[in-house]
């Protein structure tokens, strides 16, 4: 295995960080924190249907990508110990460092968000007191397809997980607690909501808002910090810090 490898509490750690940034998106906070704030009686259970279909969803991608990173694991490990592969992964992720500088940047707002465009499809169905709770496992599934491709935190997760030292039983543990970190938050705020309805409405109002602005500028940051522990691990393998440090 190629040292550049996370093991451990080191790969761990960097699962559960990886977690919490895919956490942040409109699928698995935004979309919640819109439905915590429908007027009336809140329905816990609609948003635990909600998140728990969103979980399902990306543990059922987790597992196939896993499956078929399975069947290739050796040549990945032999591929990524080259000086080729280490070249490519430096160059990877000193483009990922340099392009993060430009994620975030002042956007021109020509109408509503996407957020909020998801809100305005789904309001209806949402709402409908006699309604059955398809439209809600629809929007969930819907939100999590669009975003799964550009969701660079859980493909790189899922990366660095089938090249672990784990077996297939760990890993998928390893992913379901993935899967759990990404609605967490998500479930807090649900909780907070519960026992504290009238003082959360103005907060979870103002994060929405917050989100919604921001979400570009957190991906920004992410995506440089990813792009800097790729080059570093990439460098220090290459060798290129000896007699530096």
């Not at 259970?45 to 990306?58: C, E, K, M, Q």
């Not at 305005?120 to 969930?140: F, I, K, N």
């Not at 669009?146 to 935190?153: D, G, H, I, K, R």
């Not at 929405?208 to 989100?211: F, K, Q, S, V």
């Given at each position: 295995?190629?040292?550049a490898?996370l093991?451990?509490?080191?790969?761990?750690?960097?699962?559960?960080?990886?977690?919490?940034v895919?956490s942040?998106?409109?699928?698995?906070?935004?979309?919640?924190?819109?439905?915590?704030?429908?007027?009336?009686?809140?329905?816990p259970?609609?948003?635990?249907?909600?998140?728990?279909?969103?979980?399902?969803?990306?543990l059922?991608?987790g597992?196939?990508?896993?499956?078929?990173?399975?069947?290739?694991?050796?040549?990945?490990?032999?591929?990524?110990?080259t000086p080729?592969?280490?070249?490519?992964?430096?160059?990877?992720?000193?483009?990922?460092?340099v392009?993060s500088?430009?994620?975030?940047?002042?956007?021109?707002?020509?109408?509503?968000?996407?957020?909020?465009?998801w809100?305005?499809?789904?309001?209806?169905?949402?709402?409908?007191?006699?309604?059955?709770?398809?439209?809600?496992?629809?929007?969930?599934?819907?939100a999590?397809a669009?975003?799964?491709?550009?969701?660079?935190?859980y493909l790189?997760g899922?990366?660095?997980l089938?090249?672990s030292?784990?077996?297939?039983g760990?890993?998928?543990?390893v992913?379901?607690?993935?899967c759990?970190v990404?609605?967490?938050?998500?479930?807090?705020?649900?909780?907070?909501?519960?026992?504290?309805?009238?003082?959360?409405?103005r907060?979870?109002a103002?994060f929405?808002?917050?989100?919604e602005?921001?979400?570009?500028e957190?991906?920004?940051?992410?995506?440089?910090?990813?792009?800097f522990?790729?080059?570093?691990?990439?460098?220090?393998?290459?060798?290129?810090?000896?007699?530096?440090?």
């Open positions: 295995m190629s040292g490898a093991t451990g509490p080191a790969l761990l750690g960097t699962l559960a960080l990886l977690a919490l895919d942040t998106s409109f699928g698995t906070l935004l979309i919640p924190t819109w439905l915590l704030l429908a007027p009336g009686r809140l329905r259970g609609r948003i635990l249907i909600y998140l728990a279909t969103v979980a399902g969803f990306y059922a991608v597992v196939v990508l896993l499956t078929i990173a399975a069947t290739a694991v050796p040549q990945l490990m032999e591929l990524s110990a080729a592969f280490l070249w490519a992964q430096l160059v990877v992720g000193a483009a990922l460092l392009g500088f430009f994620i975030g940047g002042k956007r021109k707002r020509s109408g509503p968000g996407r957020f909020a465009r809100r305005e499809r789904a309001v209806t169905d949402v709402a409908d007191e006699a309604g059955s709770v398809l439209p809600l496992m629809g929007l969930a599934v819907a999590a669009v975003e799964v491709a550009s969701m660079l935190p790189i899922i990366g660095l089938s090249t030292e784990y077996d297939a760990t890993r998928l543990l992913l379901v607690g993935y759990v990404m609605v967490l938050p998500a479930l807090v705020l649900l909780g907070l909501r519960l026992v504290a309805a009238r003082a959360m409405e907060p979870l103002s929405g808002a917050w989100m602005k921001n979400a570009a957190a991906t920004g940051w992410i995506v440089g910090i990813l792009g522990l790729l080059a570093r691990a990439a460098a220090v393998e290459l060798g290129l810090f000896e007699g530096v440090l």
